[in-house]
Each structure stands twice: as C-alpha cells, then as structure tokens.
C-alpha cells in the first residue's frame, strides 16, 4: 500500500540514516561508544521515530534492505572514529529467524572494514524470538566472529530471565523506564541494583539507559553498573556532530 511504498522509496533514497547516541565508560565518564538509532528525514524535514516504521519494516520484509543500508552507513561512520569507540546497532527479533543474518553482517562489515570486534549488536528481548534454538545459532556464529551481543531493554520481557539463562550475553541493557523514575521512587532503583548485581554475579557488564540527572548516575556509579546513556551524556546526534563529540574534550 502507500506506506509500504513510501518507506521503500525512503530507503533507496537513503532517507533514512542512523542517528548516534553516546555511550559512557562510568569509571572514567568517557565516551565508549555509541548506539545507531534510526531517524527517517522527510522531505517535508520532519523527523520520524523508528518506532513509527520499523514495526512496517519488519511486517513488509523492507527490514532486510533497511537494516543492510543503516548497517552499511553505520560501519562507514564507525570507521571515522578511533578503535576504542564501539558501534551498537539494534537488529528486529524476527531477524533472528533469517539463518543467513550472520553472514549478511559479517560481509557488510568486510565491505567496511570494520573490525568484528567493534560491533555490538543489541537484540530486545522478546517473545518474537520463538524459535529459540536458530537464534541461538546466530548468535553464537556472531559471537565466534568477534561481536559483542547486548540483551537490550532488559526487565520490560517477560521471558527475560529464560533468554539470560538459555543464551549468551555479553551485556545487559537496562530499561529506561526503570532509571528515569528511580529518583522518586525507591522500589525502581532496588530494582536496577538488583539488575546490576545480576550482572556482577553473571560476569556480564550493565549499561543504564536513560540516564538523565547527576543523581541518577551518582547512584548507578555506586550500585557497580559498568556503562551509562541518556539525555544527560547526550542525544541521538548526526554523524558529523558525533564525530565532534570524540574529537571535543568531554
Ligand atoms: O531512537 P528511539 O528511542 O526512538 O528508538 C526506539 C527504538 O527503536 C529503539 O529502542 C530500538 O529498539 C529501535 N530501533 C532504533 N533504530 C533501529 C534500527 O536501526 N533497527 C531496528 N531493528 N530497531 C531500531
Ligand atoms: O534501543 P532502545 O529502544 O533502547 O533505544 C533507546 C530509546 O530511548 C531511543 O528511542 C532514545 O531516543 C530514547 N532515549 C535515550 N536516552 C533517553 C533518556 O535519557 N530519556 C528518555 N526519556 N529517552 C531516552
Ligand atoms: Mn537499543
Ligand atoms: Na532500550
């Protein structure tokens, strides 16, 4: 239909890029990394979110196209910064069905250049992932190759703690919506600390999302967590203006 055609012509026009949000190292409050998060720049010059076209991507198939030029871009940015600076690119839970994903990524990212140890995927985790055994295939072949796999939004599935126990994660993501209202509420930051000392016992590195006051990171600094983002460190930015970010003293 019209939506479907307007967001294949977005992508073959290359409308719709990857955006970048910091990630910081909270031992020493520097830039680690960052998160591509897609933004689609009409020609109108609004701005649309992913999550009003990645649910049509994934229903259509345009996901496929979408995520190998978003990947493709990304790797292309990525290679502009210096070795230490991840990539984190979050990739759909059906995509997890397609037993050919590990392929299709390693070649984009030989087509770049990009070393597979500077590329972490995010997967949210979802009941979408049902067929448990092929993903787990991929995600092992992805974690042979050199990348890191991330448990993205972790808390807000129910099936969390069964993905954490039946596949391997490099690291956990904690959802924002546990660390943007845990300042009035006590019972949500017993629930990050928690989180973090899962991970702590697991050996798997925390990242807080949605980090957005100094009291926020003061506490996750305690609590142990390893890695933090939010409006505080910063926003999804164009490329250029990350690139100055690294560059900036920070
Ligand atoms: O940038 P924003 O907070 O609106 O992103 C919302 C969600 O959209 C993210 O949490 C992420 O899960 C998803 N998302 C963003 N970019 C991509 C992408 O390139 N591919 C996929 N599959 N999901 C994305
Ligand atoms: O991959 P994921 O769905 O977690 O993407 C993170 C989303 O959260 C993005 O859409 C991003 O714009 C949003 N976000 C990032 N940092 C903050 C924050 O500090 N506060 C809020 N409210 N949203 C954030
Ligand atoms: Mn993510
Ligand atoms: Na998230």
């Not at 479907?4 to 890029?17: N, S, V, W, Y």
């Not at 210096?82 to 990524?105: A, K, M, Y």
């Not at 030989?110 to 500077?118: D, N, T």
């Not at 991970?199 to 506490?219: K, W």
């Amino acid at each position: 239909d019209r939506d479907e055609r307007a967001l294949r012509d977005a992508i073959t026009a290359g409308r719709i890029k990857p955006f970048y949000q910091p990630i910081i190292d909270l031992s020493d409050n520097r830039i680690c990394g960052f998160e591509a998060l897609a933004r689609w720049e009409r020609e109108d010059g609004i701005v649309v979110s992913p999550g009003d076209f990645i649910p049509l991507a994934e229903e259509t198939g345009l996901i496929l196209e979408l995520t190998e030029s978003l990947l493709t871009t990304a790797c292309q940015d990525a290679m502009t910064w210096p070795g230490d600076i991840l990539l984190s690119f979050n990739i759909s839970p059906i995509q997890l069905q397609d037993p050919l994903l590990g392929v299709r990524i390693l070649r984009i990212l030989s087509a770049a250049g990009l070393p597979p140890s500077r590329l972490e995927i995010e997967i949210t985790e979802t009941a979408l992932i049902q067929d448990v055994r092929t993903a787990a295939t991929i995600l092992g072949d992805l974690r042979t190759a050199g990348i890191t796999i991330a448990l993205d939004d972790f808390g807000t599935g129910y099936s969390s703690l069964a993905h954490l126990s039946n596949l391997s994660f490099d690291k956990i993501k904690i959802d924002r919506s546990f660390v943007s209202s845990f300042q009035d509420q006590e019972r949500q930051e017993k629930i990050v600390k928690a989180i973090v000392g899962l991970g702590i016992g697991l050996d798997v590195p925390t990242t807080a999302e949605g980090i957005e006051t100094a009291n926020q990171l003061a506490s996750l600094t305690g609590m142990g967590c390893t890695y933090g983002q939010g409006y505080l460190f910063g926003r999804a930015v164009p490329a250029a203006e990350a690139a100055i970010m690294l560059s900036s003293p920070h």
